[in-house]
Nanobody, 121 residues
Framework: QVQLVESGGRLVQTGGSLRLSCAAS????????MGWFRQAPGKEREFVSS????????NYANSVKGRFTISRDITRNTLSLQMNSLKPEDTAIYYC??????????????WGQGTQVTVSS
């Protein structure tokens, strides 16, 4: 099985930046896609960003385009999300996810425990 552990979440001010990381351990596999989801209290989980197994394709939710950047290091089994120009509406628990295959699906096979991002106004 694959374990995913997120890190980097904390309290930041509006307009600030934050970098989230996700480390995969256990028995990883190739190919596999990875990505990020987030969920705010009282709201549905929403897709944030994804990246193909070879890093050649990336996708972003409209709400984060131009502000967030996803990247991965296949050799180290790590995933990152650089978040700039943060807004209060970005406040949520951010979850790392992974899926067997080249493209992340809407219901990934593996999930991390989440890391809290809070943007103060």
């Amino acid at each position: 099985q694959v374990q995913l552990v997120e890190s980097g979440g904390r309290l930041v001010q509006t307009g600030g930046s934050l970098r989230l990381s996700c480390a995969a351990s256990g028995r990883t596999f190739n190919p596999y896609a990875m990505g990020w989801f987030r969920q705010a209290p009282g709201k549905e989980r929403e897709f944030v960003s994804s990246i193909s197994w070879n890093g050649g394709r990336t996708n972003y939710a409209n709400s984060v385009k131009g502000r967030f950047t996803i990247s991965r290091d296949i050799t180290r089994n790590t995933l990152s999300l650089q978040m700039n120009s943060l807004k209060p509406e970005d406040t949520a628990i951010y979850y790392c996810a992974a899926d067997s295959g080249a493209v992340l699906t809407s219901n990934p096979d593996y999930w991390g425990q989440g890391t809290q991002v809070t943007v103060s106004s």
